[in-house]
């Protein structure tokens, strides 16, 4: 008998929505279609999907998108349900209505469960090859502190509203932290929450509205004559002679750290042009934060450095070592090469400003580098348009953060102004 019987399931997505709004990029519901003895059931299955990621023939979601197998799986079982509840109906000899199959697949109806920290660590898993180690890191820390403040409590992405990322950023000032150590976190976060937006996951943007704003404190920076008495000192053991090159090189290049390390001979370059008879030597290389292609004129205390430490069996130029080690080296060198003028420090916790003021060489590290290459540049008149070529940044808006002034060049342009 049931090879007599004409029934078939068919799912498809509904277009009345599309025709009116003109999107057919917008997730639309995904509609049950049962045929049975003549009759049509047609039900929501509480699925969403965009006509790209429907294979109508196959009557499933496409494989290459994202979550495809769990809402497939979502799929088989609606199917298998419905054609159970039909036959089991016609074994008891009930008479088959819509109202019949749908009590049947809806009793124990599944639910597309996602959970937020499972697809955020499957974000972690797509970028792993795309962000360098560094970001990587501060994403997974980001996490870890969110998972710290959610606790054992249940979190979707609908519950990630402007109020939660308040309490959030309350939590983090509570156990020490910064305002802007508070943006970064925030803002990682909201690079996934974006993440999830685009991929369907998260379909409210009300995050948007919750900010921490970033406050620029002391930057910190070497002058030039800081930077000569490291390059300076004669120095027998490896280790520091490694650290000395390294450190020395991100203030030479404005290079990241982890640039420095991946600097290779074929990234070095000789650069010609046209009524100048010296041939210039340059870095030529990708930088990995940014993925920007940038070109780096060498001083010629750069080559030195390279010189010494390339190795015609070595790839890589410069020596490798950690950057842990490296910060905490450089500090014991600048505290021997002389460097101890005073540093101001500035930092805001929530609205209370903190001052202090330490020796400069107990806050070396190589993230000074760059912030020591664009001071030193800017007050030799380089163009600040130069210095973000160099750079890879954009002028406007990155730079305010790395360009300190060293005072003599106030006195020394102020004083300009005597008649």
Request: hydrophobic content about 35%; glycine content about 4%.
């Given at each position: 008998m049931a090879g007599e019987i004409k029934r078939h399931v068919r799912f498809y997505i509904e277009q009345r929505k599309s025709k009116a709004t003109g999107n057919k990029n917008k997730p639309k519901p995904l509609i049950l279609s049962f045929h049975y003895d003549g009759k049509i059931l047609c039900s929501t299955t509480g699925i969403k999907l965009k006509d790209s990621d429907w294979d109508k023939a196959k009557q499933r979601v496409k494989l290459p998108v994202l979550r495809s197998k769990e809402v497939n799986r979502i799929l088989d079982g609606i199917e298998r349900k419905i054609n159970d509840t039909y036959y089991s109906l016609l074994a008891q000899n009930i008479s088959v209505t819509n109202a019949l199959l749908l009590s049947g697949i809806k009793t124990k109806k599944e639910v597309v469960k996602t959970s937020f920290w499972d697809e955020w660590e499957k974000y972690f898993e797509m970028n792993k090859n795309r962000l360098s180690s560094g970001t990587l890191k501060s994403n997974r820390t980001s996490y870890n502190k969110f998972k710290e403040f959610i606790g054992k409590r249940d979190v979707q992405f609908e519950d990630i509203t402007p109020e939660l990322l308040s309490q959030y950023a309350e939590f983090l000032l509570k156990i020490g932290n910064t305002n802007n150590t508070i943006h970064g976190n925030i803002k990682r976060i909201k690079i996934f929450l974006n993440h999830s937006k685009k991929t369907g996951l998260l379909r409210n943007d009300s995050y948007k509205h919750f900010n921490v704003p970033e406050r620029v404190g002391s930057i910190k920076f070497l002058e030039w004559k800081e930077v000569k008495l490291l390059l300076d000192m004669q120095l027998t053991d490896p280790l520091e002679r490694d650290v000395r090159d390294l450190f020395c090189m991100c203030c030479l290049t404005a290079l990241r750290f982890s640039d420095v390390l991946q600097l290779r001979t074929t990234d070095i370059q000789e650069y010609t042009f046209e009524n100048i008879e010296e041939v210039h030597l340059g870095?030529?290389?990708?930088?990995?934060?940014?993925?920007?292609?940038?070109?780096?004129?060498?001083?010629?205390?750069?080559?030195?450095?390279?010189?010494?430490?390339?190795?015609?069996?070595?790839?890589?130029?410069?020596?490798?070592?950690?950057?842990?080690?490296?910060?905490?080296?450089?500090?014991?060198?600048?505290?021997?090469?002389?460097?101890?003028?005073?540093?101001?420090?500035?930092?805001?916790?929530?609205?209370?400003?903190?001052?202090?003021?330490?020796?400069?060489?107990?806050?070396?590290?190589?993230?000074?580098?760059?912030?020591?290459?664009?001071?030193?540049?800017?007050?030799?008149?380089?163009?600040?348009?130069?210095?973000?070529?160099?750079?890879?940044?954009?002028?406007?808006?990155?730079?305010?953060?790395?360009?300190?002034?060293?005072?003599?060049?106030?006195?020394?342009?102020?004083?300009?102004?005597?008649?």
């Amino acid at each position: 008998m049931a090879g007599e019987i004409k029934r078939h399931v068919r799912f498809y997505i509904e277009q009345r929505k599309s025709k009116a709004t003109g999107n057919k990029n917008k997730p639309k519901p995904l509609i049950l279609s049962f045929h049975y003895d003549g009759k049509i059931l047609c039900s929501t299955t509480g699925i969403k999907l965009k006509d790209s990621d429907w294979d109508k023939a196959k009557q499933r979601v496409k494989l290459p998108v994202l979550r495809s197998k769990e809402v497939n799986r979502i799929l088989d079982g609606i199917e298998r349900k419905i054609n159970d509840t039909y036959y089991s109906l016609l074994a008891q000899n009930i008479s088959v209505t819509n109202a019949l199959l749908l009590s049947g697949i809806k009793t124990k109806k599944e639910v597309v469960k996602t959970s937020f920290w499972d697809e955020w660590e499957k974000y972690f898993e797509m970028n792993k090859n795309r962000l360098s180690s560094g970001t990587l890191k501060s994403n997974r820390t980001s996490y870890n502190k969110f998972k710290e403040f959610i606790g054992k409590r249940d979190v979707q992405f609908e519950d990630i509203t402007p109020e939660l990322l308040s309490q959030y950023a309350e939590f983090l000032l509570k156990i020490g932290n910064t305002n802007n150590t508070i943006h970064g976190n925030i803002k990682r976060i909201k690079i996934f929450l974006n993440h999830s937006k685009k991929t369907g996951l998260l379909r409210n943007d009300s995050y948007k509205h919750f900010n921490v704003p970033e406050r620029v404190g002391s930057i910190k920076f070497l002058e030039w004559k800081e930077v000569k008495l490291l390059l300076d000192m004669q120095l027998t053991d490896p280790l520091e002679r490694d650290v000395r090159d390294l450190f020395c090189m991100c203030c030479l290049t404005a290079l990241r750290f982890s640039d420095v390390l991946q600097l290779r001979t074929t990234d070095i370059q000789e650069y010609t042009f046209e009524n100048i008879e010296e041939v210039h030597l340059g870095l030529n290389i990708r930088q990995q934060k940014t993925d920007k292609v940038t070109v780096i004129p060498l001083l010629k205390e750069s080559i030195e450095i390279i010189d010494r430490n390339k190795h015609p069996k070595r790839e890589l130029i410069m020596p490798q070592r950690a950057l842990q080690t490296v910060n905490r080296v450089i500090k014991q060198l600048g505290k021997r090469a002389g460097i101890k003028s005073q540093q101001g420090l500035v930092t805001f916790r929530g609205n209370r400003k903190e001052v202090k003021t330490v020796e400069k060489h107990k806050v070396l590290a190589t993230h000074m580098g760059r912030r020591t290459f664009v001071t030193i540049a800017a007050t030799r008149k380089i163009p600040i348009s130069v210095i973000a070529s160099i750079t890879g940044q954009n002028p406007k808006t990155t730079l305010k953060h790395y360009m300190g002034v060293v005072e003599v060049e106030k006195f020394r342009e102020v004083s300009k102004m005597n008649f």
